[in-house]
């Protein structure tokens, strides 16, 4: 609120100033759709919200729930909302044993929420239906004796009658209602209790997914790193996009999870529902394909030199991308998925000026004007260089937080980074040797270590040669 204090501050903000904002609290899609809103409220409401139900509804991401709590609180028009304690009072008020989450039971809810709302005070009314659902009326421990709706509660008359009346007992309830084409058969099994009412239907097991993540990491120094980014889109799909006349797979969305957030490059290794473990391999060649489809040509397009240069430049890209570490796994939970990311790292060093150009990241800031290989779009996707203090003003997940700390916490050796300048001179020179007549002509080197698989029992089970370069 101190950020936004009004819809036309909201309006005038970035998605980025709000996504930082918003970071850490989860279900980022409604502050995308809060900021989509505030900017039409704008542009074509002259400023003003909308005082009714139906002009509330008219802007992005707003349901009847929330309509009707905004008109009705806020705008004290006797208007009814419902939500999941609404659906369960109001079921036991007309004893309806019914899925609470199925269509008939919700619009049954409507329908007597509507009719009892107070005209005078609908904001306190409906603020206080929720409160009772989630006090005295939960679902697994009702406190009845508390209630002040007990002496019309259709449910409690039926336990304590030890009778279930089907249809319910007067014709005037039977013709008012229509309960019974809505109600299931209670399982004879289980003895007659108010938490019979609603039918509570066992909730699923998060989907578990396993995502394959490559930490793409520039060094220039200790202190000053970059890492690689890419925006998720705002819808979700898989997509083939074409590079060089080759097809490759692009990154999933995950049909809308995390719209529009950033991320490290990652692709889904495959969706199980239940929590089986899940084929190594299958995340192994998954980071494989990612690194080749999408990191290896977005590194490519950032050289700018000669085309000799640019072969050697993209040789030594393809080895240390082959030299990546993996550095382990975190998890992540959604309310309806389980994220499990498999991260490897891959850290390039020293790479200007060769590289990215004649200015440094110093040098950037200071004049606050980065230049385009930072940040731009490869096969529609929005992709940057930031550091971990430009995560942080931009707003990232938790999960994109939980793997930088894993990364962190287990630094990269020395031996799988690689630097594309030339060897130190030693401090103290050496006398240089004569060469001989046969003696094959001296040239300086840099060397680079290439990961194989290595022997059992082996430092992280890898044998690591050395090229010279």
């Known amino acids: 609120m101190r950020a936004f204090p009004n819809v036309g501050a909201l309006a005038?903000?970035?998605?980025?100033?709000?996504?930082?904002?918003?970071?850490?609290?989860?279900?980022?899609?409604?502050?995308?759709?809060?900021?989509?809103?505030?900017?039409l409220v704008v542009s074509t409401m002259g400023g003003n919200i909308p005082s009714t139900v139906k002009g509330i509804q008219e802007l992005p991401g707003v349901g009847r729930y929330t309509a009707g709590a905004i008109a009705s609180i806020a705008y004290n028009e006797a208007t009814p909302l419902v939500d999941t304690n609404v659906v369960r009072v109001l079921c036991r008020l007309r004893a309806v044993a019914s899925n609470s989450k199925g269509k008939e039971a919700i619009e049954l809810s409507w329908k007597l929420a509507g009719q009892l709302v107070d005209p005078e005070s609908p904001g306190d009314f409906n603020q206080g239906l929720m409160e009772l659902g989630a006090t005295l009326c939960?679902?697994?421990l009702p406190q009845c004796n508390k209630c002040p709706l007990q002496g019309v509660c259709l449910a409690k008359r039926e336990v304590e009658t030890k009778k279930?009346?089907?249809?319910?007992?007067t014709p005037k309830e039977r013709k008012s209602l229509d309960t019974c084409a809505i109600c299931q058969p209670l399982e004879p099994s289980v003895p007659l209790a108010v938490t019979c009412f609603p039918i509570t239907v066992a909730k699923k097991k998060p989907r578990q997914e396993k995502i394959s993540v490559c930490v793409v990491r520039w060094r220039e120094s200790p202190r000053d790193s970059r890492f690689l980014l890419f925006r998720r889109p705002s819808t979700g799909f898989f997509c083939f996009v074409t590079f060089k006349k080759q097809?490759?797979?692009?990154?999933?969305?995950?049909?809308?999870?995390?719209?529009?957030?950033?991320?490290?490059?990652?692709a889904a290794v495959h969706s199980k529902t239940d929590s089986k473990s899940v084929d190594k391999s299958g995340s192994n060649k998954t980071c494989q394909q990612l690194v080749h489809d999408v990191i290896s040509p977005l590194l490519e397009l950032a050289l700018h030199n000669s085309v000799k240069k640019r072969k050697e430049q993209i040789r030594r890209i393809h080895q240390v991308l082959a030299m990546r570490h993996k550095v382990g796994s975190v998890t992540h939970c959604f309310s309806h998925v389980k994220h499990t990311y498999d991260i490897e790292v891959a850290t390039f060093e020293n790479l200007n000026p060769t590289f990215s150009g004649s200015r440094s990241f110093k040098k950037q800031q200071e004049s606050g004007s980065p230049s385009s290989y930072?940040?731009?779009?490869?096969?529609?996707?929005?992709?940057r260089w930031a550091s971990k203090a430009e995560m942080e003003r931009v707003g990232v997940t938790k999960g994109l937080k939980k793997i930088m700390a894993l990364v962190e916490a287990k630094p990269t050796p020395p031996e799988v980074s690689c630097s594309h300048t030339q060897p130190t001179q030693p401090t103290q020179p050496t006398q240089p040797t004569q060469p001989t007549a046969s003696a094959p002509r001296t040239r300086s080197t840099s060397s680079l270590l290439v990961a194989g698989p290595g022997p059992v029992g082996s430092e992280h089970g890898v044998a690591w040669d050395r090229i010279n370069a």
Not at 27 to 36: K, Q, T, V
């Open 12 to 39: 005038a903000a970035s998605s980025e100033e709000v996504n930082s904002h918003w970071a850490g609290l989860g279900y980022y899609r409604r502050a995308r759709f809060l900021h989509e809103a505030s900017k």
């Open 247 to 266: 097809s490759m797979l692009f990154m999933r969305s995950f049909l809308g999870l995390l719209a529009s957030q950033w991320e490290f490059p990652s």
């Open 138 to 140: 939960s679902s697994s």
């Open 374 to 383: 930072l940040m731009g779009l490869l096969a529609g996707r929005e992709y």
């Open 164 to 169: 279930r009346p089907c249809p319910p007992s």
